[in-house]
């Protein structure tokens, strides 16, 4: 991966979702920069409900994030073996993941943003990403923004579950959407 940056293009961007791999990029890259774009968890449920790469129709033993815990297991049986239940479990442990992982790097590299303040202020946003990023800002990269409009769809959950999906989804996230600030 290394060998990804050159003398003409020394930086490296990636947009990579799923399990972080910040450790493991913080070893290659010694000057490596992290943003972590949060978003709610009922919206990622959403978002998973909605794709067919989701491996989560299959059950755990089938999926790609390894056995649940049996805390996990339990909340995942408490609720019938919900996959709605399953997916947030899913935003749960990647999550903590990442938690976990950030304790590793120095926080001076690490830029935390949300979903929601992305798609309300892009420019502002954008900006203050490419200042952590030591970037200079660009007028250019300015009036390619302009053309774009992003939507916040966090909302959408509640259009596609019940109320009785939703108060489980809920449940099961309460403490996690609460740390976040949802």
């Not at 409009?149 to 909302?155: A, D, G, I, M, Q």
Request: some cysteine; glycine content about 4%; charged content about 25%.
């Amino acid at each position: 991966m290394s060998q990804l940056t050159t003398q003409k293009r020394n930086r490296l961007l990636l947009k990579i979702t799923g399990w972080p791999r910040i450790s493991f990029l913080n070893e290659v890259f010694d000057n490596a920069k992290f943003i972590h774009v949060i978003r709610d968890g009922r919206a990622v449920v959403n978002s998973l409900m909605n794709v067919e790469f989701w491996l989560g129709w299959e059950g755990p033993k089938k999926w790609r994030w390894g056995p649940l815990s049996v805390a996990h297991q339990e909340e995942w049986n408490h609720y019938n073996q919900s996959f709605i239940v399953l997916a947030a479990i899913q935003w749960k442990m990647l999550m903590d993941a990442a938690e976990k992982a950030k304790k590793n790097i120095d926080k001076s590299n690490i830029m935390e943003i949300k979903y929601e303040e992305l798609c309300a202020s892009p420019i502002q946003l954008f900006r203050s990403v490419a200042e952590f990023c030591g970037l200079e800002w660009s007028n250019r990269f300015e009036k390619e923004l302009e053309k774009h409009r992003l939507k916040n769809t966090n909302s959408k959950f509640e259009q596609y579950f019940n109320l009785a999906q939703q108060s489980e989804l809920n449940d099961v996230l309460n403490n996690h959407l609460k740390k976040y600030g949802y």
